[in-house]
């Protein structure tokens, strides 16, 4: 019957295993390449119509913890991933802690585009300048963008301290509590209301210490 359509031969139906339209940017799912993407084409937003991040996310946790109480590099990632998570930070993000299994200069995205707080402060213009051993400003906010908690350890006269295993550089310090699983040792402590002791004031402080941490968006 010449009324009636061959679906063999029908070319009104897209045909699924041979439709071009694939992943892009912009359509809210981030695919392989893809940094980011937030559903839009929309330029001057914090994911770039290349689906790159225009900025990173670096904030001090609003809560505190022995050094020795971490959980290592993935407990004290989870961390910091289950605040931002519950502050509505985009990305995910990892702690400026170093271990035996890692540092930053080891594990993180080393970045093209500003470390920016939460309160949209810039504390470093990429990576070389947060690793650079200075920072532009000092990070000031939590997740949240609130005040920062004290540590109940004071180095040079102040208890704005922040766990880090870390020299300036990114790269591992002589102590860790024992990859940040024990109190029964020491790690490297940094000063959080300064530009040049941020990752490292002192670095043999007893883990018992309680302090918060720093996370970086990746």
């Known amino acids: ?30 695919d392989p390449g893809e940094s980011c993407d937030d559903g839009n084409m929309v330029d001057d937003d914090a994911c770039s119509n290349a689906c ?18 971490l ?7 989870t ?14 993000y990892m702690a400026w802690l170093s271990t035996s299994e890692g540092s ?11 470390y920016l707080t939460t309160a949209g402060i810039k504390v470093a213009d990429d990576w070389a300048d947060l690793s650079d051993g200075s920072l532009d400003m000092i990070v000031a906010k939590t997740e949240s963008n609130g005040p920062i908690p004290n540590a109940s350890y004071s180095c040079n ?4 301290q922040s766990w880090t295993g870390t020299n300036g550089d990114a790269t591992p310090s002589a102590n860790n509590c024992s990859d940040f699983t024990s109190s029964d040792s020491t790690g490297a ?25 720093y996370c970086f968006q990746q």
Do not use: K
């Open 157 to 160: 006269g102040t208890a704005r």
């Open 79 to 92: 961390i910091c991933n289950e605040l931002a998570a519950a502050a509505n930070l985009p990305g995910t």
């Open 1 to 30: 019957d010449p009324s009636t359509t061959d679906p063999t031969t029908d070319t009104g139906t897209t045909d699924p295993t041979t439709d071009t339209e694939g992943p892009a940017c912009g359509d809210g799912n981030v």
């Open 189 to 213: 402590i940094g000063r959080n209301s300064s530009t040049t002791e941020w990752s490292l004031c002192n670095p043999s402080v007893t883990c018992a210490v309680t302090a918060p941490i």
């Open 71 to 77: 959980g290592g590099l993935a407990g004290a990632d």
């Open 104 to 114: 930053p200069a080891s594990r993180f995205v080393q970045s093209s585009v500003p």
């Open 52 to 69: 790159e991040w225009a900025s990173r996310i670096v904030f001090i946790t609003s809560s505190v913890h022995a050094g020795g109480d």
